[in-house]
């Protein structure tokens, strides 16, 4: 029998373009860069930033990751720092 562990969680600090804050996002090692995104924009969206009608990207280490890498692969660790922006 096999035993399904639960995700592991992973706080990491999130700043949204265009917000003057950074929050702590509780993302899973499973979610991908879309996700995420998704996870950053609810918190900052349409309360601090101005919603566009644009996909989001996030950034780590100085690079913008794809949409389907998951954080476990994208290497980002408990309270490492992201960025969440607008794609150009």
Known sequence: MTTKLPPTVVPVNAHMAGDMITIL????????????????????????????????????HGSDLPADLTVLDAGIAPRCNIHVRYAD
């Open 25 to 60: 996002v509780l993302v899973e090692e499973g979610d991908t860069m879309e996700d995420v995104a998704r996870k950053v924009a609810y918190q900052t969206v349409g309360r601090r930033v101005r919603e566009q009608h644009r996909p989001l990207v996030v950034r780590h």
